[in-house]
Each structure stands twice: as structure tokens, then as C-alpha cells.
């Protein structure tokens, strides 16, 4: 139905940038909104950010916000997360998701998502 992979994980020092990229197959319609998410070992994941479909909003964590920018590419159909100024709190296996079912701020209410790539931000 909807396939999402992501891609552009790796590792880098503190300070450094990735660029990820979300490459989404299938269904046209991905639902209201695409998001990014992360987990850390041990940890829930967390919402990092938002873009919705519809309207072409953005929505960051607060802990990624003026340090992380996500887009959409509608030829490509291809969500990216550029990420700058990577801190060690920022290691993390980084998800794409779509099709929210609900408040779009929790991994939860999403339908769909990708295998993950692995960002390790080292110090």
C-alpha cells in the first residue's frame, strides 16, 4: 500500500550535518500530514518533526527547533530532515512516518513508517 524507506543515516561529530531523506512508494496519499521520529536505546520515540500534507505547515520539537529543517520534494515524493549543529542527544535510529490517524505530534496515530536509518552524533 505505502511504502516509506529512509536513507542519509550515519556518523558524525558534534557540530556536524546529515541530510535524511524519506523516499515514500504506493498510495499517493500519505494522510494529512508526514513526520519524523526518533529512539534512542532504552527510550520512547519521540516526535521530531512535522510537515502536513495539506497546507504545507512545519512543526518542530523543541529540542531540534532552529537546528533541524524538514521538506518535502513533491516531484521526488520524498520527505528529507536536514539536521545541523548535531549534538550526542541527537544519536538516535531516525523514522519516517505517514498516515496519521491522530494528534500528529505521537508516533502512535501513524499508519505507516520506514525501517529507520541510525544517526550517531559522537562528542
Known amino acids: 500500500q505505502v511504502q516509506l524507506k529512509e536513507s542519509g543515516g550515519g556518523l558524525v561529530q558534534a557540530g556536524g550535518s546529515l541530510r535524511l531523506a524519506c523516499a515514500a512508494s504506493g498510495r499517493t496519499f500519505l494522510g494529512e500530514a508526514m513526520g519524523w521520529f526518533r529512539q534512542a536505546p532504552g527510550k520512547e520515540r519521540e516526535f521530531v518533526a512535522l510537515f502536513k500534507l495539506i497546507g504545507d505547515g512545519t512543526y518542530y520539537a523543541d529540542s531540534v527547533k532552529g537546528r533541524f529543517t524538514i521538506s518535502r520534494d513533491n516531484a521526488k515524493n520524498t520527505l528529507y530532515l536536514q539536521m545541523n549543529s548535531l549534538k550526542p542527544e541527537d544519536t538516535a535510529v531516525y523514522y519516517c512516518?505517514?498516515?496519521?490517524?491522530?494528534?500528529?505530534?505521537?508516533?502512535?496515530?501513524?499508519?505507516?513508517w520506514g525501517q529507520g536509518t541510525q544517526v550517531t552524533v559522537s562528542s
Open positions: 512516518a505517514a498516515q496519521p490517524r491522530g494528534p500528529y505530534y505521537y508516533p502512535q496515530v501513524y499508519d505507516y
